[in-house]
C-alpha cells in the first residue's frame, strides 16, 4: 500500500513542479523567445515519453526561434524516420560553419573546438532524449555568460537519438501502458516490454555495435557525418538497471583498447570525470568509475572516436523503464533519471572548453603516436582479394572506406603467403597512413589483454569475418590507383542461350540470383559435382554447386527466360554464362544425374519470449535486405496453430525453446516428413534433449572439489569462462552443398557461445570441423580451447525422409560475417538435396 501511495504522490509533484527550478536552477538568463519543451509539447518533461516526430519537430521550432541552431537531416532509417543533427554555435561561427568544418579536418587550433552529443542508441533507454532536448534548449535560450563563452568557443553537434525505430517502439509501449497516477510497482506491464523490446532497431540489431560494421543505414549515416566533421569529444548516453546509480567514465583499465595510446585513459578520461562529478555533485546525485564497461571495441558510439584522436566518453544511468520504479530505497522517477543526463551534457560541454588544450594536444599526439607505431611496424601493407567473388570483396573494400582507411589497388600480380593476389582483382591497403590505429583493427586478428573478462568481443577482425583471402607484406610493395569509391562490377553481357546458362555459386549473390529465378518461375539446378564448359570457345571452371539453367524442361518460353536471366543478371551483379552444349569439356555433363533441381525455400522461424532477438533478427536481416526473400516470423505463442506442411525450412536460432510434447511432437513429425530444421547454437541443445537428433553434446565438465576463491572475486572468475567473442578456424567440407562455392577448406568462423558438438559417428555427416589448433584471435579460457579443438562447426542429421542441419555457432553474426553467411543460405537452398546412398552409414 505504501508504494502505491507513494506512486500516487510522486506523479501528482511531477506534474506540477517548475522545470526550470529543477533541471537548470543555476539559470540567470533565458531568451523568452525561445519555446521551452514544456510548451511545446504540451506537458512537462518527465511526465510522459516523447515520440520522435515530436523530438524533431521541436528541434525545428528551436531551428526557427534561435540564430544559433540549425537543423541538418543526415539521412533516413529502415522504419523511413528521418535522422537529424543540430549544429549549435553562435551567429558568428555559424557564418564560417564550413570553413571551421574544413580547418578543423585539417588539424587547425585557432577555430573552435567541434564535439558531438550522442543520445538515446539503445530504444529503451530513453532519458537521454528527453534530455537532448533539455540540453537543446538550454543552449538555444541561455543568455548567461558561461553559455556564451560555449558558443563562442564551441560548435557543438547534438544528434538527439541514435535509434528513432527502436525508441518509437519503446515510447509507445510505455505511454500506452502509463498508469494515472503513475505506478511504481516493477511487475507492472509499464515496466516489462513484450519481446522483443525497444532497444534494438527495425531488425532487432544492437546499433551501439555497428559504428565499426556499418551494416545499418543509421550507423552508415552517422559514420559519414562523423567524418565530415571529426568531432574531439563524443558522448554516449544510455541506461542501466534501475537499482544502480551513474555511471561515467574512466572504465575499467584493465579493458583499455591497448592499440590507443595510453594518454586519452590515463589523463583526459580522469580529468573530464572531474566535471562530470562537479554536476552531479550539484545535485546531490551518486554516482561511479573505473569498475566496469571497457573501450576495447571499436564499435561502440563510446568508443569509434578514440580510434581517430578523440575522447569517447559513456554515461549509463539507472533506468526508471517508464515513468515511475521501486528501488531498494526510494521510487526513481523518469524527471530524475532525465535531469543526471542533462548534467551530464551540460558537464561535457564545459569540459570540452576548460580543456581545449588538453584535447588538441590528445589529437595532435595521437596521429604522431599511429605513424610512428606504422613506421616500427614489420608489416608494411596488407595485400586482400577473392578473386572468384567479387561481391564479397567489394563490400569489404565498401567497409574500410567508411572508416577512411586508405586502399590501393594492386600495382602488379602478388604471391605471398601460399596465396596468389591477381593484378584487378586485388588490393593493397599501406599501414604507413594517417589512420593506422583503424587499419590495426580492420586486419589484426589479437591483440594483448590485461584482462579474461570481456564486456562484448574480445576480437573483431574484419577481414576475417569476410573470409578474404590476404597476405601481411613486410617488404616493399607496388600500389597502383587509389581506391576512392567502391569499385563498380563490370558485367557481361549476357546473350541469349538455346541450350543452358550457368552461373559460378562462388558469388556472394549467388542465392539472390537463384530466389530471383525461382521468382520468375525458372527452373533452377545445382551440380554436385564440378565441370568445365566452353563459354564463347574458351574453357571455364565450375566448381561444385555451381547452377545450371536449362532453356529445356522449364514452364516458361526461351524467350522469357532469356529476359529472366538478363534482368537477374543485372539485379543481383552475377555473371551468367551462355552455353550451347551439354557436352563438357571436363567432369560432368549437364544431363547428369548430379545435377539437381533446387527447391524453391519457404521459411519459417520460432521468435518470441526465449528466442534471442539479435540472432533471429540477423537470419531476417539477411534474407530481406542481400537476398530479397521473405521469411514468416512465427511468435511462440502462436506456433500450434502454425501448419507446417506449407514450409520445407524451419530456423531455429539460440534461445530457450518449449520442451511440452505436443511442440515437440509436431516438429519432429514435420521433419520426419522431409522438412528441413536448421539450427543455431543453444537451439543444437533443444534438438538433442528433445531427441530429434542422435547428435551429442560435449559435456561442460563440472569441478568435482573446486579450489576455493575469494567472495569478491566470483565475477571475474566466472567470467574469464565466458565466451565473450574469438575467432577460430574449422575444416569445410566443400563436396557438401553446406560447402558449396567455398574454395578454401579452412574458414574463419565466429563464435560468442558455450554450445560445443562432438562429430557424428557418421562419416560424411561432420560438415565442418573445428580444427586441432583452433583459435585465430580473441579469447577463450584455457578448459574451453580443449573443448572446441576437434568439435563438431557443423553437423548434417537424417531424420526420417528430412534432415537437421546443426550450427554450432552463428554464421550471422552481426550481419557482418560475410564469409560464413553462404553456409546459412546453402543450407536454406541445398540442405533439402543432401543425402548419402542407402549403404553409407555408421562407422
Excluded: C
Excluded at 588539424?107 to 534530455?131: F, K, M, R, W
Amino acid at each position: 500500500m505504501k508504494a502505491f501511495m507513494i506512486s500516487a504522490l510522486l506523479g501528482i509533484s511531477l506534474i506540477s513542479f517548475a522545470q526550470p527550478d529543477y533541471f537548470y536552477p543555476a539559470a540567470k538568463q533565458i531568451n523568452k523567445n525561445i519555446p521551452t519543451p514544456e510548451e511545446f509539447l504540451g506537458y512537462p518533461i518527465g511526465t510522459h515519453h516523447t515520440r520522435y516526430d515530436k523530438i524533431i519537430e521541436y528541434f525545428k521550432a528551436l531551428d526557427k526561434a534561435s540564430d544559433r541552431f540549425v537543423v541538418e537531416e543526415i539521412g533516413s532509417t529502415i522504419g523511413h524516420r528521418v535522422q537529424v543533427v543540430a549544429k549549435i554555435t553562435s551567429l558568428a561561427n555559424h557564418g564560417r560553419l564550413d570553413e571551421i568544418r574544413k580547418k578543423n579536418l585539417e588539424g587547425a587550433t585557432d577555430i573552435p573546438l567541434v564535439i558531438q552529443l550522442g543520445y538515446n542508441v539503445h530504444g529503451n533507454e530513453p532519458s537521454s532524449s528527453e534530455a537532448a532536448m533539455i540540453t537543446a534548449y538550454y543552449l538555444a535560450a541561455s543568455e548567461d555568460e558561461e553559455t556564451i563563452k560555449w558558443l563562442n568557443e564551441l560548435v557543438i553537434l547534438l544528434d538527439p537519438v541514435y535509434n528513432p525505430d527502436g525508441r518509437d517502439r519503446h515510447t509507445h509501449w510505455a505511454n500506452m501502458h502509463k498508469g494515472s497516477p503513475f505506478v511504481a510497482d516493477a511487475v507492472d506491464r509499464e515496466h516489462n516490454e513484450a519481446w522483443p523490446g525497444g532497444r534494438t532497431n527495425h531488425y532487432w540489431f544492437d546499433l551501439n555495435r555497428d559504428w565499426f560494421l556499418g551494416v545499418h543505414p543509421e550507423s552508415r549515416n552517422r559514420m559519414k557525418f562523423f567524418h565530415h566533421w571529426r568531432p574531439y569529444v563524443m558522448t554516449d548516453h544510455h541506461e542501466m538497471g534501475t537499482n544502480s546509480s551513474f555511471y561515467f567514465d574512466p572504465g575499467k583499465y584493465t579493458s583499455n583498447n591497448p592499440v590507443v595510446p595510453a594518454y586519452l585513459y590515463d589523463v583526459v578520461h580522469p580529468k573530464f570525470a572531474e566535471y562530470f562529478a562537479q554536476g552531479l555533485n550539484s545535485v546531490g546525485s551518486l554516482y561511479f568509475t573505473k569498475e566496469a564497461y571497457d573501450k576495447l571495441y571499436p564499435g561502440y558510439g563510446s568508443s569509434y572516436v578514440n580510434f581517430y584522436g578523440g575522447i569517447g566518453i559513456l554515461f549509463e544511468q539507472a533506468s526508471s523503464r517508464g515513468h515511475l520504479q521501486e528501488t531498494t530505497t526510494i521510487p526513481l522517477t523518469f524527471a530524475f533519471t532525465i535531469r543526471n543526463q542533462f548534467k551530464a551534457s551540460l558537464a561535457t560541454v564545459r569540459a570540452s572548453v576548460g580543456e581545449k588544450v588538453m584535447l588538441r594536444k590528445l589529437r595532435k599526439d595521437f596521429f604522431s603516436s599511429a605513424l610512428s607505431q606504422a613506421k616500427a611496424s614489420p608489416i608494411k601493407a596488407y595485400v586482400f582479394g577473392e578473386s572468384k567473388d567479387a561481391t564479397r570483396t567489394n563490400a569489404f573494400i565498401n567497409l574500410l572506406l567508411m572508416h577512411q582507411i586508405e586502399v590501393y589497388e594492386t600495382g602488379q600480380t602478388v604471391t605471398t603467403a601460399g596465396n596468389t593476389f591477381e593484378k584487378g582483382k586485388s588490393y593493397i591497403v599501406p599501414t604507413e597512413q594517417t589512420n593506422y590505429i583503424m587499419v590495426r583493427s580492420a586486419f589484426e586478428k589479437d591483440i594483448t589483454y590485461r584482462d579474461s573478462t570481456f564486456y562484448d568481443a574480445s576480437t573483431w577482425s574484419l577481414v576475417h569475418a569476410f573470409n578474404i583471402p590476404y597476405a601481411e607484406v613486410k617488404g616493399s610493395f607496388t600500389k597502383g590507383n587509389q581506391i576512392k569509391e567502391t569499385p563498380v562490377r563490370t558485367l557481361s553481357p549476357v546473350t541469349k542461350s538455346n541450350y543452358a546458362y550457368l552461373i559460378d555459386i562462388t558469388d556472394y549473390n549467388a542465392h539472390k540470383a537463384i530466389y530471383a529465378l525461382q521468382t520468375k518461375d525458372v527452373i533452377v539446378r545445382t551440380g554436385f559435382k564440378p565441370f568445365s564448359s566452353l563459354v564463347n570457345g574458351v574453357e571455364k571452371s565450375f566448381p561444385h554447386g555451381s547452377l545450371v539453367i536449362p532453356v529445356q524442361q522449364q514452364r516458361i518460353n526461351a524467350d522469357e527466360l532469356f529476359e529472366a536471366i538478363r534482368s537477374t543478371s543485372a539485379m543481383a551483379g552475377v555473371e551468367i554464362y551462355s552455353v550451347e552444349t551439354g557436352l563438357n569439356a571436363k567432369g560432368v555433363d549437364l544431363g547428369s544425374g548430379s545435377i539437381r533441381t533446387v527447391k524453391e525455400a519457404k521459411v519459417l522461424m520460432p521468435i518470441g519470449v526465449g528466442v534471442s532477438g539479435y540472432e533471429a533478427g540477423e537470419v531476417w536481416h539477411l534474407l530481406d535486405q542481400r537476398i530479397g526473400m521473405p521469411i514468416s516470423k512465427v511468435d511462440l505463442l502462436n506456433f500450434s496453430r502454425v501448419n507446417l506442411s506449407e514450409y520445407n525450412v524451419l530456423v531455429m536460432v539460440g534461445g530457450n525453446y518449449p520442451a511440452d510434447k505436443p511442440t515437440t511432437e509436431k516438429i519432429k513429425s514435420w521433419v520426419q516428413s522431409g522438412g528441413t530444421l536448421i539450427t543455431l547454437k543453444s537451439a543444437n541443445e533443444w534438438v538433442i534433449k528433445q531427441g530429434l537428433v542422435k547428435e551429442k553434446l560435449i559435456p561442460i565438465d563440472t569441478i568435482k572439489n573446486p579450489k576455493r576463491v575469494d567472495f569478491e572475486l566470483a565475477g571475474d572468475t566466472e567470467g574469464a569462462k565466458q565466451i565473450g567473442g574469438a575467432i577460430f578456424q574449422v575444416d569445410l567440407d566443400i563436396t557438401n552443398p553446406i560447402g558449396f562455392g567455398y574454395t578454401d577448406r579452412k574458414v574463419s568462423v565466429y563464435r560468442n557461445g558455450r554450445t560445443f558438438l562432438q562429430p557424428s559417428k557418421t562419416a560424411y555427416n561432420t560438415i565442418a570441423q573445428y580444427t586441432p589448433t583452433p583459435l585465430i584471435g580473441g579469447y577463450i579460457h584455457k578448459t574451453d580451447i580443449k573443448r572446441v579443438a576437434n568439435s563438431a562447426a557443423v553437423l548434417y542429421s537424417p531424420e526420417g525422409q528430412g534432415r537437421v542441419i546443426m550450427f554450432a555457432d552463428n554464421p550471422n553474426f552481426r550481419g557482418t560475417w560475410y564469409g560464413t553467411n553462404k553456409m546459412f543460405l546453402n543450407a536454406l537452398f541445398f540442405g533439402s538435396l543432401i543425402s548419402l546412398p542407402n549403404n553409407f552409414g555408421e562407422e
